[in-house]
């Protein structure tokens, strides 16, 4: 009996080790690869193309379809060919987060997801548990293991992504993000390009005299394009003091001489007829169709709108972006600068795999160009604009030059307070459709910042500005 019994302890220690994980670690043995369990400093990083390392082991990505294209299959190409026999399940999708909420319900959630920041805020799946702290993924060398990938990143973008002292979104391609107009038809049709609020009253005349609006915004995608790219930014221009007290909710902001300032601007492009109402029932795509037949000349978009739109630009023109953002002065220059990122879910049993996808698409030359020829945008880590300076889009380039001039925002409110983009965006579209007026859209943000700031449920958060 002693002996059965010994058999039978024996059997159960191999099985344990052999559930702890599979094989890949430093020590030759059996590693845990579960989020929770994952030791990247004692792991051993294999580089050699061939290896066969990873051989019957499958990762699962998700990516949503957007501006930036399918930017991470150069990344999952090359890291398959370097690992024969590993499987990249890899979905690129419109609708990626209903995908996601799906696949976590069937218990098969995928291990690396990226999906529109507007239909699963990364607030909201932080709140959920369904994101991992990315932390321990700074540390993970580079491809050529001379550094980290954490020496590569600029933290100050992942702050959207962070809660406590941690951070969950692990933030790729940078955007910029405000307003867009084309130089060329500008100056055909002797159009002021505006500096501050005065000059583009002036604008704004011009382009009604040809019989063009001045502006335009996707309803559909309110709580987005122009809440972010053009809304805030004017907020920010016209006084920063008060985009400050915004995202610390101070409701009361809300009747301020300076947010009465910001509605009067809204109220003068609606009510002279300068700003064009189709696009309140309109989606990004069928937007953006309107902008380039220039039904209207001003455009709350980010820079992946060149890519976005290849086959729909007409002949001669020339995207550029706009160095203003509706502010009383000029010199009052805000850009949003936000960008794409992925997430990891806490019940990937692929930690090792998951950490090697970022290690080629951050740090492997080949990753980096064929991502740049697919999104044409930028990634901001040191050397990528003269490594893949050739695939970016000349409206990017241009952008890029401008950046140093601009003061970069990205509202925190918005991502803290997932209930602030939705509802300004339907404030926006309700009041530039002429169904609210400006006494009542102020105090619907101020009943909306007051109920917040008053529910107790509500996590709090502080922004120094």
Request: proline share 5%.
């Amino acid at each position: 009996m002693k002996k059965l019994i010994a058999m039978l302890l024996a059997a159960a220690m191999v099985l344990s080790l052999a559930a702890c994980g599979n094989s890949g670690g430093g020590t030759g043995g059996k590693t845990d690869t579960t989020a929770a369990g994952f030791k990247i400093g004692d792991y051993t990083w294999e580089t050699q193309p061939g290896s066969k390392k990873y051989e019957g082991r499958k990762l699962r990505i998700l990516q949503t379809v957007g501006g930036g294209g399918n930017y991470y299959e150069p990344a999952i190409e090359r890291m398959k060919a370097f690992y024969p026999g590993l499987e990249i399940e890899y979905e690129f999708t419109a609708g990626a987060a209903d995908v996601l909420r799906t696949a976590i319900l069937d218990g098969k959630p995928y291990d690396i997801y990226n999906c529109n920041s507007g239909d699963l805020p990364w607030m909201d799946a932080i709140n959920q548990g369904i994101a991992y702290p990315i932390n321990s993924l700074f540390d993970v060398p580079t491809l050529d293991g001379k550094q980290k990938l954490g020496d590569l990143m600029d933290l100050g973008l992942f702050f959207p992504g962070k809660k406590g002292d941690n951070y969950y979104a692990m933030v790729d391609m940078l955007y910029m993000e405000g307003l867009w107009y084309d130089e060329a038809w500008f100056q055909a049709n002797g159009i002021t390009v505006p500096t501050d609020w005065t000059s583009f009253q002036e604008m704004a005349k011009q382009c009604d005299a040809i019989g063009a609006d001045a502006l335009g915004a996707c309803g559909l995608m309110s709580h987005e394009y122009p809440t972010r790219y053009w809304w805030f930014p004017m907020v920010a221009s016209t006084s920063y003091d008060l985009y400050v007290k915004l995202q610390n909710l101070d409701y009361e902001a809300w009747k301020s001489p300076e947010m009465k300032r910001v509605v009067e601007k809204m109220a003068w492009i609606r009510d002279n007829g300068y700003y064009d109402t189709d696009t309140n029932g309109l989606g990004n795509a069928e937007t953006q169709i309107e902008f380039i037949d220039h039904k209207f000349a001003i455009l709350p978009c980010g820079s992946w709108l060149e890519a976005e739109m290849a086959d729909a630009w007409t002949p001669g023109w020339s995207l550029k972006f706009l160095p203003y953002s509706f502010g009383d002065e000029a010199g009052k220059k805000y850009m949003q600068a936000g960008g794409l990122g992925s997430l990891v879910h806490p019940d990937t049993k692929n930690m090792d795999l998951v950490c090697e996808f970022y290690r080629f698409l951050f740090s492997d030359p080949d990753s980096l160009k064929g991502g740049a020829a697919i999104h044409t945008n930028v990634f901001k880590i040191p050397g990528y604009g003269d490594l893949c300076a050739e695939y970016l889009a000349p409206s990017v380039k241009d952008v890029a030059t401008k950046s140093e001039d601009f003061t970069t925002i990205n509202p925190p409110c918005c991502g803290w307070y997932t209930e602030i983009p939705p509802e300004i965006g339907n404030m926006i579209v309700g009041f530039m459709g002429g169904d609210l007026t400006e006494d009542e859209f102020i105090q619907r943000g101020y009943d909306l910042f007051k109920g917040i700031k008053e529910d107790s449920a509500i996590e709090k958060f502080e922004f120094k500005g």
